[in-house]
């Protein structure tokens, strides 16, 4: 099985680094993932400046390729042009993280790990993002890491939906804490968020985004919920955007002429 | 009516002067709009740099605040402190254009024009992006600026659901030859992209996007075939990305042991 693995931290960050050392057991990894951290960029893609690919290496010895760029640029590069161009192989699976903080609910929306996974599909290449649901520095990747080792293969053979990737949240706990899988919904807690007004040295205003998540849900089959509950969180999600209910309104009730 | 325009051209754009000088015959319009092109900035937030707000001016004449950021972020800023901070009013509804380019199919999820109406949604204030289906530099935007001003009005009026937001494309023909309008559900037309690799002077290589996009529908009541048939295109998008069909799937035959 051929992997290419990505995320939105960072080449150098400790998930992708764990995620990479799972996955190599079970696979042919091949990483292509941003230089530098690309928190919240969204499905952002670089148009407007050229990308560039240099060789990182960990602990001595070759890890993967490092892009200029965002975790969907990384992905659409590597799958349309980079890997064919270095003759390796085309991956039967991309995998997306680990991240290093939680996915779920209206946070998927901003995701540069979901992004990433969303482009993959777009590209018709199956794909799943993965994110622990912690941001404490020193949190344990280990149980996320050991579940996409398991995971990944069983998904590469059972196969998604064209256009759908699935959403992993594991919680940060060790493997003998958690209480199994849960398939959810994307969820409606969100953030309730502000931008802090500050004066810099120059004595000039500037604003800095800050915020706290609010948890909404109730019902068990939520992504957030699963979490609190110590389950892995699995969301099937898609970029189908059309509200269908309300187009049939829309043709019903509103203006058609102009 | 208040209403609050931001756009991902940038505020010096063709696309949100006309909108603005249109919406001003209907309401009070606030600009709040990046001071920089953002195109394919996707839902991007800034979250490890401060933001800058300056007063932007055109014709010299006082035109809106211009934000060193993401489409994303002009309306989070505006709607969760700025307004509220400098004693302006509450938008009844914020428009986000004219885009310079089709956001139809897949476009979508890469747009900044459209991740700044979904991010109004978020903030619950029902929103619409707007673009004009050319990149013909001197496109003529007076026929998509026409139907802004008088569909913003009943947009408000009519309300939205919760978390829905709708997506306008306007073919770039005189007002006369318009069809009028169809309410549409989102294609699915590709970029069939790659990377051209290049080599810089100083001997470095580095890789640029280019693509041409493949029109895949036939049907009537999808964004792209509505706008060949030179109507306006009217399709209303949610952030549920949840997909629901294939989620009783995965409950009913995937593992749900870890």
Redesign the interface.
Same mark, same amino acid.
């Not at 042919?28 to 407007?48: D, F, K, R, Y």
């Not at 899988?181 to 969100?190: D, L």
């Given at each position: 099985m051929n992997i290419l693995v990505t995320n939105d931290d960072g080449i150098n960050s400790r998930g992708i680094y764990e995620l990479v050392l799972a996955l190599r057991e079970v696979g042919n990894v091949i990483v292509m993932a941003p230089l530098g #951290?690309q /928190?919240?960029?969204?499905?952002?893609?670089?148009? /407007?400046l !050229?990308?560039?690919?240099t060789e990182f290496h960990k602990n001595g010895n070759f890890f993967g390729f490092a892009v200029s760029g965002t975790p969907? *640029?990384c992905v &659409? =590069?590597a799958l349309?042009?980079?890997l064919a #161009?270095r003759q390796l192989p085309h991956p039967d699976i991309v995998v997306s993280g680990i991240n290093h903080g939680r996915n779920t609910a209206?946070n998927?929306?901003?995701s540069g790990t979901v992004?990433a996974a969303?482009e993959a599909t777009?590209l018709d290449v199956p794909a799943i993002a993965v994110s622990l649901t912690s941001y404490y520095p020193q949190a344990d990747f280990s149980a996320a890491a050991d579940?996409m080792r398991?995971?990944t293969p069983?998904v590469a053979q =059972?196969g998604?939906?064209k256009g759908?990737l699935l959403n992993v949240n594991v919680p940060p706990l060790p493997?003998k804490e958690?209480r199994?899988?849960a398939?959810? &919904?994307?969820g409606a807690s969100?953030w309730e *968020? #502000?931008?802090e007004?500050?004066v810099d040295p120059q004595e000039? !205003?500037?604003?800095?985004?800050k915020g706290r998540y609010i948890m909404e849900d109730r019902e068990e089959d939520i992504d957030d919920i699963a979490i609190r509950e110590r389950k892995?969180s699995?969301?099937?999600?898609?970029? *189908?955007?059309?509200?269908?209910e309300? =187009?049939k309104k829309?043709?019903a009730d509103? !203006? &058609? #002429?102009?």
């Amino acid at each position: 099985m051929n992997i290419l693995v990505t995320n939105d931290d960072g080449i150098n960050s400790r998930g992708i680094y764990e995620l990479v050392l799972a996955l190599r057991e079970v696979g042919n990894v091949i990483v292509m993932a941003p230089l530098g #951290e690309q /928190s919240a960029v969204g499905h952002a893609l670089t148009v /407007s400046l !050229p990308l560039r690919v240099t060789e990182f290496h960990k602990n001595g010895n070759f890890f993967g390729f490092a892009v200029s760029g965002t975790p969907a *640029d990384c992905v &659409k =590069l590597a799958l349309r042009t980079f890997l064919a #161009e270095r003759q390796l192989p085309h991956p039967d699976i991309v995998v997306s993280g680990i991240n290093h903080g939680r996915n779920t609910a209206v946070n998927i929306i901003y995701s540069g790990t979901v992004s990433a996974a969303t482009e993959a599909t777009v590209l018709d290449v199956p794909a799943i993002a993965v994110s622990l649901t912690s941001y404490y520095p020193q949190a344990d990747f280990s149980a996320a890491a050991d579940f996409m080792r398991r995971f990944t293969p069983q998904v590469a053979q =059972l196969g998604l939906p064209k256009g759908t990737l699935l959403n992993v949240n594991v919680p940060p706990l060790p493997r003998k804490e958690i209480r199994g899988i849960a398939y959810t &919904k994307q969820g409606a807690s969100y953030w309730e *968020d #502000e931008f802090e007004k500050r004066v810099d040295p120059q004595e000039r !205003p500037y604003y800095w985004l800050k915020g706290r998540y609010i948890m909404e849900d109730r019902e068990e089959d939520i992504d957030d919920i699963a979490i609190r509950e110590r389950k892995i969180s699995i969301t099937p999600i898609h970029y *189908d955007l059309t509200n269908h209910e309300f =187009l049939k309104k829309l043709r019903a009730d509103w !203006p &058609k #002429e102009f």
